[in-house]
């Protein structure tokens, strides 16, 4: 074990830090956090117009116009995340440069527009065109995020080389600031409309949305949302907790946009009254990480209910609270489980078994999928097992989830109430002799 721990320290540790640090996927991991409450509002009136009531479902296909004017809120929140998220990188990407963020975002913004194909319609017989809004939502995320930190990285290194429009002394700072603008914003407009052309003349793709979504989004998405690649990550955003780090933040950096592109399909099925597709998207986590990163719920019920060490015991009461809100930081470096050898098997163990019951329940039809409901991540169980799921058995679900976690950890929480409590028992046997010394 001690070998495992200095391998985890000098090797794993290090490069876990530079990819969490690391200024390109801290912008990504920053972009898609901003996208989040837009998708929980989304979420709110996606519920409101397919709550699962036949009687509530029967009034509304009774009266379309109510179930339409209940989707506005989504389709102008859930269905914008491209827009959102493309913007948050620019900006964020800047910010990290000490650029102007503001101007660097809605340089981002107009570049994604410059890529982004219209579609050619008729209205009272005058064909017009119009932006694709499809790619607005989460089918343009992919190109939002790339076209993004191609636009920054334009943007500030011609800021940073000072070829910019200085405006005289007198000129309001504000009005000087924006044209300072306008030759780095210029360029990176122009670089992305050449990629365009090229694309468009030179290739049968037809678009940059189709190039990445072929080239790049589609393979990862096979890789990350397959069953042997979700248990890869699950493993691997507990690995980096076992020495301290925090192994969501990392992993969403580079996953998450992947899962929000999927969660954001579903949701666009399941409004239009469609079968959804996707097992593993963004709320999939929160159906197996029952009280927190490693489903650890079952533990601190265990240290509550079941300690004979009164330190065990104290400190579960201290993480139930927050437990039920699927937040185990008390925990993770309280009991610990952080630098814990003893207890990073459950740990590690526990998500492979939650995902492989997980998938293959959905897999197989016998739970509901995602339906595209992303709740807030401290949604208590069962609660954000209905609301996801829209069903039941999401319920269900998290129960046998729970009693699986609580299983496996059991054991090992037995060998740590022991230890504990033999420490307690030696430490007041010791307390007791000094008694007896001090009176005679």
């Given at each position: 074990?001690?070998?495992?721990?200095?391998?985890?320290?000098?090797?794993?540790?290090?490069?876990?830090?530079?990819?969490?640090?690391?200024?390109?996927?801290?912008?990504?991991?920053?972009?898609?956090?901003?996208?989040?409450?837009?998708?929980?509002?989304?979420?709110?009136?996606?519920?409101?117009?397919?709550?699962?009531?036949?009687?509530?479902?029967?009034?509304?296909?009774?009266?379309?116009?109510?179930?339409?004017a209940?989707l506005?809120?989504?389709?102008?929140?859930?269905?914008?995340?491209?827009?959102?998220?493309?913007?948050?990188?620019?900006?964020?990407?800047?910010?990290?440069?000490?650029?102007d963020?503001?101007?660097?975002?809605?340089?981002?913004?107009?570049?994604?527009?410059?890529?982004?194909?219209?579609?050619?319609?008729?209205?009272?017989?005058?064909?017009?065109?119009?932006?694709?809004v499809?790619?607005?939502s989460?089918?343009?995320?992919f190109?939002?995020?790339?076209?993004?930190?191609?636009?920054?990285?334009?943007?500030r290194?011609?800021?940073?080389?000072?070829?910019?429009?200085?405006?005289?002394?007198?000129?309001?700072?504000?009005?000087?600031?924006?044209?300072?603008?306008?030759?780095?914003?210029?360029?990176?407009?122009?670089?992305?409309?050449?990629?365009?052309?090229l694309?468009?003349?030179?290739?049968?793709?037809?678009?940059?949305?189709?190039?990445?979504?072929?080239?790049?989004?589609?393979?990862?998405?096979?890789?990350?949302?397959?069953?042997?690649?979700?248990?890869?990550?699950?493993?691997l955003?507990?690995?980096?907790?076992?020495?301290?780090?925090?192994?969501?933040?990392?992993?969403?950096?580079?996953?998450?946009?992947?899962?929000?592109?999927?969660?954001?399909?579903?949701?666009?099925?399941f409004?239009?009254?469609q079968?959804?597709?996707?097992?593993?998207?963004?709320?999939?986590?929160?159906?197996?990480?029952?009280?927190?990163?490693?489903?650890?719920?079952?533990?601190?019920?265990?240290?509550?209910?079941?300690?004979?060490?009164?330190?065990?015991?104290?400190?579960?009461?201290?993480?139930?609270?927050?437990?039920?809100?699927?937040?185990?930081?008390?925990l993770?470096?309280?009991?610990?489980?952080?630098?814990?050898?003893?207890?990073?098997?459950?740990?590690?163990?526990?998500?492979?078994?939650?995902?492989?019951?997980?998938y293959?329940?959905?897999?197989?039809?016998?739970?509901?999928?995602p339906i595209?409901?992303?709740?807030?991540?401290?949604?208590?169980?069962?609660?954000?097992?209905?609301?996801?799921?829209?069903?039941?058995?999401g319920?269900?679900?998290?129960?046998?989830?729970?009693?699986?976690?609580?299983?496996?950890?059991?054991?090992?929480?037995?060998?740590?109430?022991?230890?504990?409590?033999?420490?307690?028992?030696?430490?007041?046997?010791?307390?007791?002799?000094?008694?007896?010394?001090?009176?005679?």
């Amino acid at each position: 074990m001690d070998k495992i721990t200095k391998f985890l320290e000098e090797k794993v540790m290090p490069v876990a830090g530079k990819i969490a640090s690391q200024r390109h996927l801290s912008a990504l991991r920053d972009a898609m956090v901003l996208t989040i409450p837009f998708i929980i509002i989304g979420s709110v009136f996606l519920i409101l117009a397919n709550l699962p009531i036949p009687a509530y479902i029967d009034y509304l296909t009774a009266h379309p116009k109510i179930k339409t004017a209940l989707l506005y809120p989504f389709n102008g929140t859930f269905n914008l995340v491209a827009l959102i998220a493309t913007f948050g990188v620019g900006y964020r990407l800047a910010e990290s440069y000490k650029v102007d963020p503001l101007a660097s975002g809605a340089v981002a913004l107009c570049s994604y527009f410059v890529v982004t194909p219209s579609t050619i319609f008729t209205v009272d017989k005058m064909v017009t065109t119009a932006m694709n809004v499809n790619y607005f939502s989460s089918q343009g995320l992919f190109v939002g995020l790339l076209i993004a930190i191609l636009s920054t990285e334009i943007y500030r290194r011609i800021v940073q080389k000072d070829i910019v429009i200085k405006m005289p002394e007198g000129v309001p700072p504000t009005v000087a600031k924006s044209f300072t603008t306008v030759i780095p914003g210029f360029i990176a407009i122009i670089t992305v409309w050449i990629i365009r052309l090229l694309v468009e003349n030179l290739t049968t793709f037809g678009s940059v949305h189709n190039i990445v979504g072929k080239l790049l989004q589609q393979p990862l998405t096979n890789i990350g949302t397959s069953l042997v690649g979700t248990i890869i990550v699950f493993f691997l955003i507990n690995l980096l907790w076992t020495i301290g780090l925090h192994g969501s933040v990392i992993a969403n950096s580079v996953i998450l946009p992947i899962w929000l592109q999927l969660t954001s399909e579903n949701a666009t099925a399941f409004a239009a009254g469609q079968p959804v597709d996707h097992i593993v998207t963004a709320e999939f986590r929160y159906l197996i990480f029952i009280g927190g990163s490693g489903a650890t719920l079952g533990l601190v019920l265990a240290m509550v209910f079941l300690s004979k060490s009164k330190q065990m015991k104290q400190l579960g009461r201290l993480a139930i609270g927050p437990g039920l809100f699927n937040i185990n930081e008390p925990l993770l470096f309280g009991l610990p489980i952080v630098f814990n050898p003893t207890m990073w098997i459950p740990f590690l163990i526990t998500p492979i078994v939650t995902v492989l019951i997980t998938y293959l329940s959905m897999d197989y039809g016998l739970v509901a999928k995602p339906i595209g409901v992303l709740p807030p991540g401290t949604t208590p169980t069962l609660i954000n097992g209905y609301l996801m799921t829209g069903s039941v058995s999401g319920v269900i679900l998290q129960l046998v989830l729970f009693v699986t976690s609580f299983v496996i950890y059991f054991p090992f929480f037995k060998i740590m109430d022991n230890q504990k409590y033999k420490e307690e028992q030696t430490t007041l046997t010791n307390q007791d002799e000094s008694k007896i010394l001090k009176v005679n």
